[in-house]
């Protein structure tokens, strides 16, 4: 099992910047990915970051270069470094951690941390 707690959201006004962490617990050795999905209101949740095992990135087109995601080995904590923020990435931004299995990958989510950027 692993537990996510996200933390770092908060009010901040266009162009500012916000770092969200997202602190693992369990079996955090097994976890192959980690992510940061976003969901605004009416629109679909989104992959806005994701890391892999071998620290490969992917971004959404719509953050990349603005945003950057990183791990902490030492502190089982994922970060998502967000500048430049504009008020298009209002939304609950919630940590997604993949846990390798028998049957498969596992999915374990955090519980979301609401982003508000507005002037």
């Known amino acids: 099992q692993v537990q996510l707690v996200e933390s770092g959201g908060g009010l901040v006004q266009p162009g500012g910047s916000l770092r969200l962490s997202c602190a693992a617990s369990?079996?955090?050795?097994?976890?192959?990915?980690m992510g940061w999905y976003r969901q605004a209101p009416g629109k679909q949740r989104e992959l806005v970051a994701s890391?892999?095992?071998?620290?490969?990135?992917v971004y959404a087109d719509s953050v990349r270069g603005r945003f950057t995601i990183s791990r902490d080995n030492a502190k089982n904590t994922a970060y998502l470094q967000m500048n430049s923020l504009k008020p298009e990435d209002t939304a609950v931004y919630s940590c997604?951690?993949?846990?390798?299995?028998?049957?498969?990958?596992?999915?374990?989510w955090g519980q979301g941390t609401q982003v508000t950027v507005s002037s």
């Open positions: 369990g079996s955090v050795n097994s976890v192959i990915a």
């Open positions: 890391i892999g095992v071998g620290s490969s990135t």
């Open positions: 997604n951690a993949r846990r390798a299995s028998m049957d498969g990958p596992i999915n374990y």
